[in-house]
């Protein structure tokens, strides 16, 4: 059984469909990466996988031993954060708070599993100093062994290097990457970044506009229309026009196989429809 | 000087300001760190304002002031929170709705029964000689009733203060710690209403917290700072009151406010040694 899988998914605010259709699976020690630019409901999609949210449609079903409150989650920063006064120790214990029940301290079971994460994201020397004397690469790394803390199989990544110099970027992603391999964490990603996507993830979940776009694994992203609507508009108007071909071939079978050529070679001379052109240019 | 003050804590009215005004400031003082870091500094002022006009109320129907006073906050304290979280209204604007227009009822109450009074007058700016024994004893109460949950819910309120959408991801239920820490506010501020008065009362919420967030790093030593700032310029200015016959409420602000700019001073001098060491 999957760790996670959405059937049919779709969510509303007041009444107005923002995205529907989703169906995907997520196993466990998947790194599945979800793209779309602004406004294509990625968070919202997020705030559902968390429970903060709930769906209008459809369903999300956790496999037997993850429940919902178990996927640890590195949220964007907020303005409150930027000048709060807390030490590093104190943010990353308050991951462990989730599995207390109604224990009102931290026992030195909790306190030993914040020191594991802090020493596998090597900020153990931060651990008394002043979470908002940070640098941003310094202070992803505090809420994601924040994340840790609250999960043993999940973690949910929210643009984790929105605002990062470059090398700092990699450095996180590198990281991620390790979490993902050596500590078996499945990791679902929410992204711009294409590149790190394609490198990196094992799946690739693309939204548009209010739908799916696809879903499948990072070699079948490479060749699909989502992928080059995003990299290159050219090509992705050549894929669509021959999927479009093939489905034609296939309703009138051999009749209008001439017809249909002649289609497949326009599409591959015609030039890109401007709107994809658009698409391309933006990512 | 020094029998003077000896002589103060021979009246026991003073002795009964004096225990009151502690445990007052220091509940104000731990609450008012989380209200500050949510951003919800002028809910205190906002429900002092309340408190107002459910005083007038009850003085205009002979009720007990704090019967009345206490239920009233508590729900306006619920629903300022619930407007802020859901509504059209955005939050400074609830709050000033909910602030102005029952300082408008209270005005409009007093002005049409007994008219401005003492009483009235020690609503608006506190007083130390309106408390009996039996206001000392239920401060007694509601303030370790207070500081029980407090250390209770500390590390959650601390969760749900510093990333309220990480702890409802992971499964805390924040709108119950938003509930408690709306209560016990609202609880504060009534209490401390009688000493400082409606207008005044906000500051022992929001000056401790920020003076001691000045040079403090982390939530805990920002909490223990922010308790003994406010206990310190609270004994301080209750001296200063006595000594030149001030109001009680104002000497104490007084007092908060050179308390602030002395921990400004210690955090730029920090930071221009700091700025100095990387020079070089």
Redesign the interface.
Known sequence: MSLISCENLSFAYEGVTVLHGLNFEIEQGNYLCIMGENGAGKSTLMKGL???KKPSGGKVTFGEDLR??E???L?QQ?P??K?????VW??V???C??GMGLR???SKAEKDRAVRNMQALEIMDLK???Y??LSGGQQQRVLLA??LC?TRKVILLDEPVAGLDPLVTINMYKLIERINREMGITVIMVSHDIQAATRYASHILHLGEDRQLFFGTREDYRHSAAYHSFMDGEKAVHIWKKAAVQEEKKRSGGTRAAAAAKTQKEAETESPAPEAVQKGGKA | MLHLIAEMFTYPFMVRALCMGVLVALCAAVLGVTLVLKRYSMIGDGLSHVGFGALAIATAMNAAPLAVAIPVVIVAAFLLLRLTENSKIKGDAAIALISTGSLAVGVMVVSMTTGMNTDVYNYLFGSILSMSQEDVVLTGVVSAAIMILFVFFYHRIFAVTFDETFARATGLNARLYNMVIALLTALVIVVGMRMMGSLLISSLVVFPAVTSMRTCTTFRSVMIASAIVSAVCLVAGLIISYLYAAPTGASIVLCNIAAFIAFAAVQKGRECLQSDRKSI
Not at chain 1, 83 to 87: C, E, H, Q, Y
């Open positions: 968390l429970g903060l919902a409150r996927i640890g989650y949220p907020t409150v954060q000048d709060f006064p807390a030490s104190e943010v214990l308050s991951g708070l989730s009102p301290f931290y008394d100093r002043c908002r004397d924040r994340a609250a």
